[in-house]
C-alpha cells in the first residue's frame, strides 16, 4: 500500500508540469501563441516559422452597421465563437470617412484597442472599391494607422478592399506601391492587398508580384456564386508563390442575399484548411440578409443564444469552434 502512494504522488508530480503547460496554453491569446505573422513563400507563419492560418469574423461595413465595433462583442467573439482575427472595415465613400474621417477613424481605434487588449489579430481594411481615386487619403489614414498601431504583432493592413475591373499592372498594383511604403515607414507588420474583379484576380497579381516582405493577397468569394474556377485561380498563385488570406467570404449569393449553399461553403473551408489560408466571414451584422450571423436586433454586447443566430451565422459559429 505504501509503495502504491509513492508510485502515485511520484505520477503526480511529474504530470504536474505537463498539466501546468497545458493550462498554460489554453490561457495564452492568439497573439501570445503566434506572435508577429510573416509572409514565408506561399505561407503566412507565425513568430515560430510555422504555418498559421487564422480563422475569425469580419464587422459589418463601418458607416452602415457599427453597434458592434466594441469591446465587449469582440470578447464575446474570441471566447465563444473562438475568433482568433476580427476585420474592421472602415467604409470610406457613401457617408463613410470621406465625408467623416473623424467619426469613422474612431471607430477603427475603438476596435483595434480592443483586439490588442483581447490578444486578438485585428485587420485594418480600408474598405473602397476606388481606392485609385482616393490615393492622398488612403496614405494619410494608413500613415496614422501605421504610427500609432504598427508596433503591435496584432495588426494587420489591408490597403484596398475590392478593387473593380481593372488592370493589377496599370491600376491596382501601382496604388499599392504608393501605400505600402508609408506603412513600412513605422511597421513590418503583415500587409494583404486587393486584387482586380473584386479581389479574385489573385493569380494574375501572383504573376507580377509586389516587391517587398511581408506581402499576401486576399481573395474574396461568396459560396453560393463563386466555385471551382476561383478555387482554380486561387491554386495558381498559390503555386506562383503568392501567400493569400482571404479576408472577406460568405456562404451565399456575392450580392449578401439568396440561398445559403452548404456544400459548396464546405469545399472552401476545406480549400482552405489544406492550404494554411485563414479567413474572415462576412458579417457580424444584424441586416436582415443571408450572410449577416446575427439577426435583426441581436444585442450590441455579444451574449448570443442559439436563437439570436442567423443559419449562417450557426454554420460559421460552429466552424469556428471546432477549428480555433
Not at 457599427?66 to 465563437?81: H, I, T
Not at 467619426?103 to 480592443?114: C, P
Not at 481593372?166 to 513600412?184: D, L, T
Request: proline fraction near 4%; charged fraction near 20%; charge should be negative.
Amino acid at each position: 500500500m505504501g509503495k502504491s502512494i509513492v508510485c502515485l504522488l511520484f505520477a503526480a508530480l511529474v504530470l504536474l508540469p505537463v498539466v501546468g503547460l497545458a493550462d498554460d496554453q489554453m490561457r495564452k491569446s492568439a497573439v501570445e501563441l503566434h506572435g508577429a505573422l510573416a509572409v514565408q513563400g506561399n505561407r503566412i507563419v507565425d513568430a515560430h516559422g510555422n504555418a498559421v492560418a487564422l480563422r475569425g469574423m469580419g464587422l459589418f461595413i463601418s458607416q452602415w452597421i457599427s453597434k458592434y465595433y466594441n469591446e465587449d462583442a469582440l470578447r464575446w467573439l474570441r471566447d465563444d465563437w473562438h475568433c482568433t482575427i476580427i476585420r474592421v472595415p472602415m467604409g470610406v465613400e457613401n457617408g463613410g470617412y470621406l465625408d467623416h474621417p473623424e467619426a469613422e477613424v474612431q471607430k477603427v481605434k475603438t476596435v483595434v484597442q480592443a483586439a490588442i487588449d483581447l490578444g486578438m489579430y485585428v485587420i485594418i481594411d480600408w474598405h473602397d472599391d476606388h481606392s485609385n481615386l482616393h490615393v492622398d487619403q488612403s496614405k494619410a489614414f494608413f500613415e496614422s494607422m501605421a504610427k500609432t498601431y504598427g508596433k503591435y504583432p496584432n495588426v494587420i493592413f489591408e490597403p484596398w478592399n475590392e478593387p473593380l475591373k481593372v488592370k493589377w499592372g496599370s491600376v491596382v498594383k501601382p496604388y499599392h506601391e504608393a501605400v505600402i511604403p508609408v506603412i513600412r515607414a513605422y511597421s513590418n507588420n503583415l500587409i494583404i492587398c486587393g486584387t482586380p474583379t473584386w479581389s479574385q484576380d489573385v493569380d494574375i497579381a501572383a504573376k507580377d508580384p509586389l516587391v517587398g516582405p511581408n506581402i499576401a493577397y486576399t481573395l474574396h468569394f461568396y459560396a453560393a456564386t463563386h466555385k471551382a474556377s476561383l478555387r482554380r485561380k486561387a491554386q495558381v498563385a498559390l503555386s506562383r508563390g503568392a501567400a493569400i488570406f482571404v479576408t472577406e467570404w460568405g456562404t451565399c449569393e456575392s450580392n449578401g442575399t439568396g440561398k445559403l449553399d452548404a456544400p459548396e461553403t464546405r469545399k472552401w473551408l476545406d480549400f482552405m484548411d489544406q492550404n494554411k489560408i485563414g479567413w474572415c466571414n462576412f458579417s457580424v451584422g444584424d441586416k436582415e440578409e443571408t450572410a449577416a450571423v446575427l439577426i435583426p436586433g441581436a444585442a450590441a454586447d455579444g451574449g448570443w443564444t442559439d436563437a439570436m443566430l442567423t443559419e449562417s451565422g450557426r454554420l460559421v459559429r460552429n466552424e469556428l469552434r471546432m477549428g480555433n
